[in-house]
């Protein structure tokens, strides 16, 4: 594999992303499908902590879970991005000028991650500011005339929808940005992967899923079919079974409650079940069934980071974001906005989400031969993750394939 590897140990920041990730989870809606980046929101949120200081900065970094970080926050996140960055590998190829299989590089996966930030045009920006964020954050800087909303509106969804490859294109909308409007912080990532075992077509079949935990609702759905070695644990004391469905450096990590335990197994998954579970799996031979889905979703932040703690830097009176300009008063952190969707085939798996920050003035183990089902044909929890950084890029609850 030829990538440049992290230059520090970010062990820790992905440690306290994660869970910041599940702590956003337990603040989203408990009903319905569910889907997000925590990593998308923790970049716009790192960023702002760059600018953000005295009681401000500690909240955003407490809620973040970095304060032990310091200084050197910034520089973890950088690092973060160039681990994330896509990489390559090796396979075999025909080649047709030399007639011939050979060894070639190939992609691993498509994963784009990028960050920006849309200035008032004339606004006081502070040179320090405007260079950790293109150095650190590698953002993208652009000056935009809030006075303008849907013209503003328009550059920002612009921007977000050629980095997602046009999977998000509306993120924010006049009502969102205001004439007090005088930065906007933006995120978006698009992550396109196949399975590293790939599910046949042919043996796609509609089955049935059911809606609720008493099974009394049920749909149909197209559900795939592959039988192989999966990395699998099965925790009878906590009530679910899960297995790593691998792509190529990456995984998704699908949770299967029990029937009757989806409320208990939704308040116990955390950072910390998540790499309990990666630490337990153990390979065996599956048949797994999963349905073909898709889920996209948008949220207000804004309560959610209040329910985190995160007060200071939404209350224009005493936000302090004396690191961004040398004119801060009355400046804060009016809303967080964040879409996100996912589609997952027999091919792979492809994901996009978007996060922006406007800141205003004013189950039991089977016995017997042959390979242990795994049918996934009632609500589950999912995630995406980096096998090698460990980050957590997507949570996910799908409690209806079809929505």
Known sequence: MTHSGPTIDIGQLTRALNTFGFEVYHQLPREGN????????????????????????????????????????????????????????LTHAWDQE??????????????????????????????????LLRGSFHADLAAVDFARPEEAASRINSWVSNRTDERINQIVWRGSITPITRLVLANAVYFLAEWADQFSKEETRRERFYLTESA???????????????????????????????YCAMSMLVVLPERGRLADVHQAVDAALVEDI??????????????????????????????????????ADRADFGGITDEPAGLFLSEVLHRARIRVDEYGTEAAAATVGIVSREMAPRSGEGPDPFIVDRPFLFVVRDDETNAVLFVGRVTDPLE
Do not use: W
């Open 216 to 246: 009394e609702t049920s749909c149909e759905v197209p559900m795939m079919h592959l039988t192989t070695g999966f990395r699998h644990v099965v925790d009878v004391d906590r009530g679910f079974e899960a297995i790593c469905i691998p």
């Open 98 to 131: 030399h007639g011939d299989v050979r060894r070639v590089e190939k992609d691993l996966f498509l994963l784009r991650l990028a960050n920006g930030l849309f200035v008032q045009t004339g606004y006081p920006l502070r040179a320090a500011y405007h260079e």
């Open 34 to 89: 569910c889907f997000f980046s925590p990593l998308s929101i923790a970049m716009v949120l790192g960023a702002l902590v760059a600018g953000a200081r005295g009681d401000t900065r500690e909240e955003l970094e407490r809620a973040l879970g970095t304060l032990d970080l310091g200084t050197s926050l910034p520089e973890r996140f950088s690092t973060l991005l160039k681990g994330l960055h896509q990489r390559h590998g």
């Open 278 to 315: 990666v630490a337990r799996a153990r390979r065996r031979q599956i048949a797994l069934g999963l349905p073909r889905f898709q889920v996209e979703t948008g949220y207000a932040l804004r309560k959610v980071f209040e329910k985190l703690g995160v007060r200071t830097a939404l209350d």
